[in-house]
């Protein structure tokens, strides 16, 4: 019965690897021709996939009833609000991807299955309840995601990214494993439970090193500062939809990662990791806002958002508490809207050859040439600089809200100061598309799964996605509430 | 009280009507436009109509739960309502001054205009605290976009000025409104108006608020960006900033830094009057030496809100009534005078004082519409500036007669720069041939001066109509400030009467002279 239990509750994950396994039996005998139908049939998986997390998500599922494999991994409401969003961003990836890789000429059946199998390892990271399977997923996920990076074989930027990725990805998996074995030698478990409870009390300098490193470790996936330096790098040297996936699903899964480990397995000693991530949120921010101004490639530039806006979540994180998780992962689905619009819009920038186009020079004056594209544009760039009523801004919102509610005034005053420097650089994209004398450069056409992509996320973020705000704090709240139940 | 619920239609017709002219040519954008902004001042009108003066605080109200952490919670008391007036009422003429003057993209401007319109009323209507912070910052996006796209030739600086210098004194803001709730238990305005803060974290609410609003102001030495944003502004932006936009930090300090903070305020008096005192005398004299006509306009509004600020912090009620009058009368002659600018600019599209001279010969109905509006900004009796000028400076005078004094020199300096402002343009030679065979007002212009000529007047002659609507909410204000009013100039001199005691009865004494203060300040508020 145990195993029947354990089998339903990682339902997705069986979905995931049995459907990724027929679909590599179909792309060996079908080749590249059946790339397309591969791809199609994935993300058809991807939907079934986000379908099954619903019920979880929204019962509130916590606690003893959603750990699966003694303990090993658990399909709670958290790890559901993880996967939609994770499934969500893979789906995207698939629908934009064909049409870009057709064009280079290197879409191969391999792309589909290598995004099912990421997000396979994703959902892992974000269910899991043991150090053990922690890595497990981490790695599944990295060394698809290494492949993707370099998917462009003969682009010397995309092998760059691929090799980058791979170096400095292993660097940290290294940090997070010689953590892990101080965590285990200290506490005596790979558990999270089992850390939670050995941890309580006094706190020996082992652990406290254990901890150190484990949070490096996940600072480096979750693209936060210090250990950001290789995100703008693989951000611009990926093929634009392998940028997008980036984005998106991985950093939700790091970030669910990152949430569980700290408030959960170390959540009995909030004040060791709670300086440390206050630490790193700044920096982020900081740097984040400071690294983009300079920036002319439009891909990098949301390379160094990205970190800033990490930097926004991490100031949940920093609350130690449920509003700030709920919170956290409230700006973490916004984060997937604006991220998912930008580079979608991103996607669409294209010459009249259809040659990508990445130069923030050759938007000037897109307002007049492609003016909803740049009315898209211009509403992700002011939401992500949190201008309201635009509906970043709920997210910026949420977490200094709950900053504040715990009493972290000053982080609260420094982080939204800090967001006027980043402003600056949004609003320079704006400039450059409305402002500037249109260089005709954007002309050519988009086809229509990228426009329906684009228009939905847009919607989601325009003023219109405050009327969401009660559902998702909802579904937020019993996210952050089974992350907090400690069985 | 009406059947249905006219602030949410208020602020709902503008923003349909953005929508349209986006998709609309320049032709019908424009009229969407005019009969958008036409309606919204109907709706306006019937507003104020059915306002009942002495009625309720709060009238209009209305509620609807549909986010979480914040309501959709409308309703106006007197303030308010006077300061939606004023939008309604300088909208119509805003689009009329951009009727031929916009040839580019009209239909993303007129937009922009309506969206303008949409949140600025909603600024006045919010009666939840992050509701209002929304529609405060939200303005900042069409604001940009209209000086950067439709501005003058160094726009783009202009722009990010303006944008950059709000963002950085709202945000700070945020995060005392989020302590107050949390706080406070509650986001709903009137409630919080009521609250009494722990007096030492006054302080910093205060502080983190007063950064947000004497940005918007614009109080010295924070208003740098205020002269560059107008002079590159279109002319009905120029309008709208000088009209209404400006009176968002105005309305910021009587509904919130006052009633919600009175000891800090009683606190930062001194600060407030020293940066306004700063503000009246040196702006006046930088607008003195102005060559460009909107600059001059600029730093003149810079030291008008200067006396803005003295009056509100002037702690009685001549004070608060005569800073709200300034505002209103601002709005409109401000506004008018962008106008007037904006008249000349579209016949020689210069703004240069020396480029112009003599217009009285060619343009005799403008000169005369010039010379009003001229004369109400200097505060002659019987134009509107008088009325609010009068009443500040008087509510200061009780606080501290040194500034009075000094703010009052504001007035002089205010006429020697407009005057010889309008000596160079109006009169005089005509010196420039192009200037002297430009055409007088058409009935385009005709029908925007008529309206504002009207209510300055009218202002000016029977303020009561401004006045009453207001009268119940200053009092009450007044009320809740009358217990952290600092000791003024007033007291003091009734402090000093008894007789020079013995040093161990000093003390006796002081105390006495306090007391009686306090019995005469009872006996005047009656």
Known sequence: ?487 | MIGFPILSLMLLVPLVGAVACLMAGRESARMIALAVTLLDLVLGAVLWSHYQIGGPTWQFQEHASIFAGFEWKLGIDGIALLLIALTVFLMPICIGASWNAIEKRAGEYYANFLIMETLMIGVFTAQDLFLFYIMFEAGLIPMYLIIGIWGGADRIYASYKFFLYTLLGSVLMLIAMMWMVNEAGTSDIPTLMAYSFPVKAQTWLWLALFASFAVKMPMWPTHTWLPDAHVQAPTAGSVILAGVLLKMGGYGFIRFSLPMFPEASAQFAPLVWGLSMAAVVITSLIALVQHDIKKLIAYSSVAHMAIVTVGLFAFNRQGLEGSMLIMLSHGLVAGALFLAVGVIYDRLHTREIDRYGGLAINMPAYALFFMLFTMASIGLPGTSGFVGEFLSLMGIYAQSSWVALICTTGIILGAAYMLYLYRRVVFGVQKNEDAAAMPDLDKREWAMMIPLAAVVLWMGVYPETFLAPMRKDIAALDARLAQARPRGDADVQLAAMPPAAATHEHGDAMEHGEQAAHAARHEGAR
């Open chain 1, 1 to 487: 019965m145990e195993l029947l239990r354990s089998l339903a509750i990682t339902g997705t994950e069986e979905v995931l690897s049995v459907s990724s396994l027929i679909l590599l039996l179909a792309a060996a005998w079908g080749g590249d021709k059946a790339s397309r139908v591969i791809s199609i049939a994935a993300v058809a998986v991807l939907t079934v996939c986000a379908v099954l997390t619903v019920p979880a998500l929204t019962q509130a599922v916590m606690g003893p009833a959603a750990s699966a494999w003694n303990g090993q991994f658990s399909g709670d409401a958290f790890a559901a609000f993880g996967k939609l969003l994770i499934y969500i961003g893979a789906a995207v990836t698939l629908i934009v991807a064909p049409a870009f890789f057709e064009r280079e000429k290197a879409m191969r059946a391999e792309f589909p299955l290598l995004v099912l199998l990421a997000s396979m390892g994703m959902g892992m990271m974000v269910s899991a309840t043991d150090m053990l399977a922690l890595y497990i997923g981490l790695e599944l996920n990295s060394l698809a995601a290494y492949v993707l990076a370099s998917f462009l074989r003969s682009d010397e930027r995309s092998a760059e990214a691929g090799l980058k990725y791979f170096v400095l990805g292993s660097l940290a998996s290294g940090i997070l494993l010689y953590g892990i074995s101080l965590t285990y030698g200290f506490t005596g478990s790979t558990s999270f439970a089992g850390i939670h409870g050995a941890l309580a009390g006094t706190l020996s300098t082992g652990a406290v090193f254990g901890v150190v490193f484990v949070l490096a470790g996940l600072a480096f996936k979750v693209s936060a500062a210090p250990f950001h330096m290789w995100t703008p790098d693989v951000y611009e040297g990926a093929p634009t939809p392998v940028t997008t996936f980036f984005a998106i699903a991985p950093k939700v899964a790091a970030l669910g990662l990152l949430m569980r480990v700290s408030l959960f397995a170390f959540g009995s000693q909030p004040g060791v990791w709670q300086q440390i991530v206050i630490f790193v949120a700044l920096l982020s921010i900081v740097i984040g806002a400071l690294g983009a101004i300079g920036q002319d490639n439009i891909k990098r530039l949301l390379a160094y958002s990205s970190i800033n806006n990490v930097g926004f979540m991490l100031i949940g994180l920093a609350c130690a508490n449920q509003a700030g998780a709920a919170a956290m992962l409230v700006y973490l689905a916004i984060y997937v809207a604006m991220s998912v619009a930008g580079f979608v819009a991103v996607l669409m920038l294209r010459d009249a050859d259809g040659a990508p186009v990445e130069s923030i020079a050759a938007m000037a004056g897109l307002s007049k040439t492609r003016p909803m594209l740049a009315l898209a544009l211009a509403a992700v760039m002011f939401s992500l600089a949190g201008i309201p009523p635009l509906f970043g801004f709920w997210g910026k919102f949420v977490v200094f809200q709950a900053a504040v509610q715990a009493g972290l005034l000053s982080l609260a005053a420094i982080g939204i100061a800090a967001s006027v420097i980043g402003a600056f650089y949004y609003i320079k994209v704006v400039k450059v598309m409305y402002f500037d004398e249109a260089t005709d450069v954007v002309t050519g056409q988009s086809d229509m799964a990228q426009r329906v992509l684009l228009f939905v996320s847009v919607v989601a973020i325009s003023p219109l996605g405050y009327l969401l705000t009660k559902s998702l704090g909802v579904l937020a709240g019993n996210a952050a509430a089974a992350l907090f139940h400690i069985a």
